[in-house]
Every structure is written in C-alpha cells, then in structure tokens.
C-alpha cells in the first residue's frame, strides 16, 4: 500500500467573531453591515415626537357600544404594540393600542428621522 505524504501538522485555532453591537451584521465573508438607521415604523416616528398633541383614530371591531372612538392628548410613549397619551386639561392618561390606530394627526409640524415636516 502505498502510503500518503505528511505535511507538517499546525495546531488549529479557533476564530471568534468579534463582539458586534446590536442592530449590526456580519456577512459570511467577516464583513461588517450597519443596518440602516431609520426604520419608518410608527412607534418611531411618534417616539420622536414625545411631547407633542395628536389626535389618534381608533377603531374597535365587534364592539357593540362603539364601534370607533376619537383620544386627543400629549404623547408620553410609544412602544411596538401601545401608544401612552395624556390629556393635557384632565390629567387622564390613556394606553392605546396599535391594533386599533387607524391614523393620528398633529397641528404642528413632526419630527422624522432629523428632519422636520413642514406642512405642504
């Protein structure tokens, strides 16, 4: 039998990844891709308005005593699947949920992603 030649054997070492912050991809190759920075959701975009009054637009479906219902108030905070408003003259604050939004609007102009919106 004929037998194989030997090349020198080198001890194997394992290669970590480099820790990557959140939000940060790496390609097979081992290169870096930022995602991008502005994710349009509507969470966001109220997130950047906190402070602000809108007025939310919600509709309940199979709810026999309102079928749609109209909050106004300052918004507090925005989540994934819940906006917080309070209305400024009776103090009550309100936890809306996102299923329910149909569309709100504003009286100022809002923020989106570093840049205003002005009103056309």
Do not use: C
């Amino acid at each position: 039998m004929q037998g194989y030649p030997s090349y020198p054997s080198f001890p194997q070492q394992q290669q970590v990844p480099p820790p990557v912050p959140s939000g940060i991809g790496i390609t097979p190759g081992g290169q870096v891709n930022a995602l991008p920075l502005e994710e349009s959701y509507v969470e966001n975009i109220l997130r950047l308005n906190l402070g602000k009054v809108g007025t939310f637009y919600m509709t309940y479906e199979n709810n026999s005593e309102w079928n749609a219902k109209i909050f106004r108030g300052v918004v507090e905070a925005a989540g994934r699947d819940h906006i917080i408003i309070s209305d400024p003259k009776t103090g009550m604050r309100y936890l809306l949920l996102m299923v329910n939004l149909d569309y709100a609007t504003f009286d100022e102009p809002l923020n989106y992603f570093n840049t205003p919106i002005q009103p056309r």
